[in-house]
């Protein structure tokens, strides 16, 4: 059975295609069309999947849409009236848009098909799962449990929010859900908005600054009180409330009333330009609270309800990896999965694992683990490509025999205080760059955090790094001894690798919280001591777990700080011309594809770094 799965017209557009419940392909449009948060018809995505399948449309069982969009023009109606007369510019802007897009959803499917490849439209299988159920289809379906709690939350859907589902063999039954308005994922979005970053983009900021802000300090205990006071009010089951006068989102052009959190908070938004000062920290900090607070009460309610030994994640909120430690740190489940393409991407997955198994009532395989993969499931280039890539660029490169020679160079360049490009294999499903398209920093260094940020991806200095760790080491460095191969758990440095740190650490500035040295590891430790970390597992990545084998040879540490292959507002780089467009126009010291390695100081091609900074809108 093959079926096509496709999430589209709102932000990380997708397509995902499977064969009897195993994914042979996945990838977001923006990382074809190089636009970040793409939410076009996924032609490119489409491409590739059919391409690395080998199917023709005309083949498929399927093809699925990732959600309902007649119920969401329901609720939007609903809501503009419930709200009338309030909202008319905002219903002008948006209602045409569906008429003319969204309500001929299916005529324009089938036109993005056409024009990939011909078929027959009187035989086309189009089907239409709702948002929430793709999510949890998305985690349920490839985790290796066969019962299951599944939380998922987001923004809205059509008109869910979060759901609380049960997984059991090949079903998922929902038990609970919370309806728009009143969403975590939209609250948390708003502080997004008021601290002066991207909606559904700037959301890993906020978090990141978050542990900036002093949680002792009477100006954050006043806006975590003011929050649960006047903007949210929270249920024992994880359920909430928020009040609609101090909001903007269901009818307005911005997400909140501007004034009124002024007041509220006593501080003006925030645009992008301004300093970062310790109200803006402070309010990062306590929004992240009250959202741990919530997603820990609604697993322990999703646990009440399933008694699962188990628990599955998806949504854009599963993204909040701080939270999602908070949650394993509850202990009340066994095992916690979370599917690494959580946001709306990871629908098109979710959709076409929800047509397998719940329309065509086929079976969930027993298994011992996850089925992404790793999560590569992009597209990998061949020699020739790389070499056609390296000639149209007009760049010097040397070809290494073998990977043994390869990982053992890289190591030594790492070490030695290089900054790598790191491109191999298939590219990655989801946000997170994991071993394919990476950059790769040796994570002992106290300079390397500020020198990426500032020199490679051109990025605010506050925003932390994650560390890749040998999945046989984890337990040596982190208060954590179980796998997170997705980048998408926080959790405690052990106190045997911290620094000894001043006792007016929680009082300094951002400049000089960054300026301590707070562990064996600082590249890799964020101002909380924290990290955020991915397991690195030989069965799911061989090279990579190898690389940092010889890292760990030379150092001792099998840790090695990953950030994602690109600049900021770039989406992360797909094929080899993009990895040479980026390590050209950046300071990276070095460039590795497959087994090719480009040294910058060899390189005699002049760029303009200004002018490839200047293609892509901040995020």
Same mark, same amino acid.
């Given at each position: 059975?093959?079926?096509?799965?496709?999430?589209?017209?709102?932000?990380?557009?997708?397509?995902?295609?499977?064969?009897?419940?195993?994914?042979?392909?996945?990838?977001? /449009?923006?990382?074809?069309?190089?636009?970040?948060?793409?939410?076009?018809?996924?032609? &490119?995505?489409?491409?590739?999947?059919?391409?690395?399948?080998?199917?023709?449309?005309?083949?498929?069982?399927?093809?699925?849409?990732? #959600?309902?969009?007649?119920?969401?023009?329901?609720?939007?109606?609903?809501?503009?009236?419930?709200?009338?007369?309030?909202?008319?510019?905002?219903?002008?802007?948006?209602? @045409?848009?569906?008429?003319?897009?969204?309500?001929?959803?299916? &005529?324009?499917?089938?036109?993005?098909?056409?024009?990939?490849?011909?078929?027959?439209?009187?035989?086309?299988?189009?089907?239409? *799962?709702?948002?929430?159920?793709?999510?949890?289809?998305? =985690?349920?379906?490839?985790? *290796?449990?066969?019962?299951?709690?599944?939380?998922?939350?987001?923004?809205?859907?059509?008109?869910?929010?979060?759901?609380?589902?049960?997984?059991? #063999?090949?079903?998922?039954?929902?038990?609970?859900?919370?309806?728009?308005?009143?969403?975590?994922?939209?609250? %948390?979005?708003?502080?997004?908005?008021?601290? $002066?970053?991207?909606?559904?983009?700037? /959301? %890993?900021? !906020?978090?990141?600054?978050?542990?900036?802000?002093? =949680?002792?300090?009477?100006?954050?205990?006043? %806006?975590?009180? &003011?929050?649960?006071?006047?903007?949210?009010?929270?249920?024992?089951?994880?359920?909430?409330?928020?009040?609609?006068?101090?909001?903007?989102?269901?009818?307005?052009?911005?997400?909140?009333?501007?004034?009124?959190?002024?007041?509220?908070?006593?501080?003006?938004?925030?645009?992008?330009?301004?300093?970062?000062?310790?109200?803006?920290?402070?309010?990062?900090?306590?929004?992240?609270?009250?959202?741990?607070?919530?997603?820990?009460? !609604?697993?322990?309610?999703?646990?009440?309800?399933?008694?699962?030994?188990?628990?599955?994640? +998806?949504?854009?909120?599963?993204?909040?990896?701080?939270?999602?430690?908070?949650?394993?740190?509850?202990?009340?489940?066994?095992?916690?999965?979370?599917?690494?393409?959580? $946001?709306?991407?990871?629908?098109?997955?979710?959709?076409?694992?929800? +047509?397998?198994?719940?329309?065509?009532?086929?079976?969930? /395989?027993?298994?011992?683990?996850?089925?992404?993969?790793?999560?590569?499931?992009? *597209?990998?280039?061949?020699?020739?490509?790389?070499?056609?890539?390296?000639?149209?660029?007009?760049?010097?490169?040397?070809?290494?025999?073998?990977?043994?020679?390869?990982?053992?160079?890289?190591?030594?360049?790492?070490?030695?205080?290089?900054?790598? $490009?790191?491109?191999?294999?298939?590219?990655?499903?989801?946000?997170?760059?994991?071993?394919?398209?990476?950059?790769?920093?040796?994570?002992?260094?106290?300079?390397?955090?500020?020198?990426?940020?500032?020199?490679?991806?051109?990025?605010?200095?506050?925003? @932390?790094?994650? @560390?890749?760790?040998?999945?046989?080491?984890?337990?040596?460095?982190?208060?954590?001894?179980?796998?997170?191969?997705?980048?998408?758990?926080?959790?405690?440095?052990?106190?045997?690798?911290?620094?000894?740190?001043?006792?007016? %650490?929680?009082?300094?500035?951002?400049?000089?919280?960054?300026?301590?040295?707070?562990? /064996?590891?600082?590249?890799?430790?964020?101002?909380?001591?924290?990290?955020?970390?991915?397991?690195?597992?030989?069965?799911?990545?061989?090279?990579?777990?190898?690389?940092?084998?010889?890292?760990?040879?030379?150092? $001792?540490?099998?840790?090695?700080?990953?950030?994602?292959?690109?600049?900021?507002?770039?989406?992360?780089?797909?094929?080899?011309?993009?990895?040479?467009?980026?390590?050209?126009?950046?300071?990276?010291?070095?460039?590795?594809?497959?087994?090719?390695?480009?040294?910058?100081?060899?390189?005699?091609?002049?760029?303009?770094?200004?002018?490839?900074?200047?293609?892509?809108?901040?995020?």
């Amino acid at each position: 059975m093959k079926i096509l799965g496709i999430s589209a017209y709102y932000h990380d557009s997708a397509a995902a295609i499977i064969q009897g419940g195993h994914i042979i392909a996945a990838a977001q /449009e923006e990382r074809f069309s190089r636009i970040k948060h793409d939410p076009a018809f996924p032609t &490119q995505a489409i491409q590739y999947c059919l391409e690395e399948s080998g199917f023709t449309l005309d083949e498929l069982d399927a093809v699925v849409f990732y #959600d309902k969009p007649l119920i969401k023009f329901e609720r939007l109606l609903e809501t503009y009236y419930s709200f009338s007369p309030k909202g008319l510019a905002s219903f002008i802007k948006s209602v @045409p848009i569906w008429v003319k897009e969204k309500l001929f959803l299916k &005529q324009n499917i089938r036109k993005g098909l056409k024009a990939i490849q011909d078929f027959d439209i009187e035989q086309l299988n189009l089907l239409f *799962p709702e948002h929430h159920l793709s999510h949890a289809a998305s =985690a349920y379906y490839t985790s *290796p449990f066969d019962d299951a709690a599944i939380l998922t939350v987001d923004g809205v859907g059509e008109w869910a929010t979060a759901s609380l589902s049960h997984g059991k #063999d090949n079903t998922i039954t929902v038990l609970k859900e919370l309806n728009f308005p009143h969403s975590l994922g939209l609250l %948390y979005s708003s502080f997004t908005y008021f601290l $002066g970053f991207k909606v559904n983009s700037g /959301e %890993y900021k !906020m978090m990141g600054l978050a542990p900036y802000g002093n =949680a002792e300090s009477e100006e954050y205990k006043r %806006y975590k009180a &003011q929050i649960t006071t006047y903007l949210v009010d929270i249920k024992a089951d994880g359920s909430i409330w928020l009040d609609q006068d101090y909001f903007n989102y269901a009818t307005g052009l911005r997400m909140v009333k501007d004034a009124k959190w002024e007041a509220l908070f006593g501080m003006k938004k925030r645009t992008p330009e301004d300093a970062l000062e310790g109200c803006h920290m402070n309010l990062a900090l306590a929004i992240q609270h009250v959202t741990e607070e919530v997603l820990v009460l !609604m697993a322990k309610e999703v646990k009440r309800l399933t008694q699962s030994s188990n628990l599955c994640l +998806a949504g854009g909120v599963a993204l909040n990896c701080v939270a999602n430690g908070k949650i394993h740190d509850l202990g009340i489940f066994d095992q916690i999965y979370i599917q690494p393409a959580a $946001g709306d991407a990871g629908c098109a997955l979710g959709a076409a694992l929800c +047509a397998y198994h719940i329309t065509f009532d086929q079976p969930k /395989e027993q298994r011992i683990h996850d089925t992404m993969q790793g999560s590569y499931l992009g *597209p990998q280039y061949s020699d020739k490509e790389i070499e056609i890539a390296a000639r149209k660029l007009k760049t010097i490169v040397t070809r290494v025999e073998t990977f043994d020679e390869v990982s053992q160079k890289v190591s030594t360049l790492i070490v030695e205080g290089n900054v790598v $490009g790191w491109f191999q294999g298939r590219m990655e499903f989801g946000p997170r760059a994991l071993g394919n398209r990476s950059i790769l920093g040796d994570a002992r260094s106290p300079e390397m955090q500020k020198k990426l940020n500032l020199k490679i991806k051109y990025r605010e200095s506050f925003r @932390p790094f994650a @560390p890749s760790v040998l999945a046989e080491d984890v337990s040596q460095y982190f208060d954590h001894e179980d796998k997170s191969p997705y980048m998408l758990l926080v959790k405690k440095v052990k106190a045997t690798r911290l620094a000894s740190i001043p006792s007016e %650490y929680d009082s300094l500035s951002i400049k000089d919280k960054l300026m301590t040295v707070r562990s /064996e590891l600082p590249a890799i430790t964020h101002v909380d001591f924290t990290g955020r970390i991915q397991t690195v597992h030989q069965e799911t990545n061989p090279k990579y777990h190898q690389l940092i084998s010889d890292i760990k040879s030379l150092t $001792g540490h099998g840790v090695v700080i990953n950030t994602s292959f690109n600049v900021r507002g770039e989406p992360i780089v797909c094929t080899p011309e993009d990895a040479i467009h980026c390590f050209l126009h950046t300071e990276m010291d070095y460039l590795v594809i497959e087994n090719y390695i480009f040294e910058k100081a060899k390189q005699t091609v002049v760029v303009e770094k200004a002018d490839y900074l200047t293609q892509f809108e901040l995020d």
